[in-house]
């Protein structure tokens, strides 16, 4: 079965300090790969997406993921985080057997320390 | 540029009371969701659907009810509310998987409901 893993909760940096944010994920074929943001009382906004070719591919906010197929892992990442990326982040897959849904991760609540 | 609207926001349900949890979208999309969000779950697919009159069921569609008569409009009805109905449900919807190079989901603000 299809599934998106978030193994990371909760997440504390410090401002201006480097992020990683895990994901990986169970699915047959090639995946559609997502991360969104969601501020709080807020929807869901897209970050970045993958769905074929260049592996490391760039998003909005300074925020870009690197799409590993041997390790099933789809990491987000950001050189220097700011106060405002404190947020919670979600992975997804979309599936393509079938109709064509969406999957999520249970998402990373980051909190960013002044 | 609307994308797409929930209404209401915020709602409070007694237990056994009834009501419809409207979505509308304005890009024209084939493809429209309804997921519930709740603390710790992430997002759970309630009910999806792929063009009008068409639906069918996702993770978790007990409780639930939904109809897509139109393209734009997809509300999700529930019947007698429970406590365990207590969640934010987030309306999405996207273009075709033939279109999958745009095929990102597009989330409404989300309507926080209580049932007490």
Request: glycine share 10%.
């Amino acid at each position: 079965a299809q599934s998106v893993t978030q193994p990371d909760i909760h997440i504390t940096v410090s401002e201006g300090a480097s992020l990683e944010l895990r994901c990986n994920y169970s699915y047959g074929a090639t995946p559609y790969l997502f991360w969104y943001v969601q501020s709080p009382g807020q929807g869901l906004q897209l970050l970045l997406k993958y769905f074929s070719g260049d592996t490391l591919v760039q998003g909005i906010k300074g925020f870009e993921a690197e799409f590993k197929r041997s390790q099933s892992s789809f990491n987000l990442r950001k050189p220097s985080v700011h106060w405002s990326d404190a947020a919670e982040y979600f992975c997804a897959v979309g599936t393509l057997s079938g109709t064509y849904k969406y999957i999520f991760g249970t998402g990373t609540r980051l909190k960013v320390l002044a | 540029n609307a994308g797409v609207t929930q209404t209401p926001k915020f709602r409070i349900l007694k237990i056994g009371q009834s009501m419809t949890l409207q979505c509308a979208q304005d890009m024209n999309h084939n493809y429209m969701y309804w997921y519930r969000q709740d603390p710790g779950m992430g997002l759970k697919l309630i009910y999806y659907s792929v063009g009008a009159g068409i639906t069918d069921k996702g993770e978790v569609p007990n409780g639930y009810n939904v109809s897509r008569s139109t393209t734009e409009d997809f509300p999700l009805r529930l019947e007698l509310a429970a406590p365990s109905q207590t969640s934010v449900y987030f309306c999405a919807s996207s273009r075709p998987y033939r279109e999958r190079a745009k095929a990102e989901a597009f989330f409404g603000q989300g309507t926080r409901l209580t049932v007490v």
